[in-house]
């Protein structure tokens, strides 16, 4: 069983939507190893958490169990674990996930359609041509993923 934040979930989703290859990242991170599991696991199991995740794993940027870099793009959030955070609250609410179940790939694409529908909302103070873009990929990767696994 694999911990994970649902904007991870969602941000691999984009990246195979843009046909984005996921390599290692400088951090080090471990989000390509992730990534390759939910796009070659349609089984696999994702336990929903906020917090470090599998993705953080190895990141230069974990440290004591926190994630200690910075972001740029919003004025107000500077550190990139309290924007994580907000994120994730605002996804497991309005997508209506339930933090004790396990999900998988497949289970928690179908609660995407109300990601897609509050896109705006979610991101709001991001800015909007970036948050349009990032429902296209997001939209993409969907398809994608359910042409390639054939989910249910």
Request: aromatic letters at 10%; charged letters at 30%.
């Amino acid at each position: 069983m694999m911990k994970i934040r649902i904007h991870h979930f969602f941000d691999i989703i984009r990246d195979f939507g843009t046909g984005k290859e996921i390599l290692p990242h400088p951090n080090l991170h471990s989000y390509h190893l992730v990534a390759k599991e939910i796009l070659e696991n349609p089984a696999a199991q994702l336990e929903l958490i906020t917090g470090a995740d599998a993705v953080c794993e190895n990141c230069i940027h974990l440290k004591n169990g926190r994630c200690t870099d910075f972001i740029t793009h919003r004025p107000d959030f500077s550190g990139k674990e309290d924007f994580n955070d907000y994120l994730d609250k605002r996804i497991i609410e309005i997508c209506r996930v339930d933090t004790s179940k396990i999900y998988t790939p497949g289970a928690l694409l179908k609660l995407a359609d109300k990601y897609i529908e509050n896109i705006d909302f979610i991101y709001q103070g991001n800015d909007t041509e970036h948050t349009l873009k990032r429902k296209q990929n997001v939209l993409n990767g969907f398809r994608l993923y359910y042409n390639k696994k054939n989910c249910d």
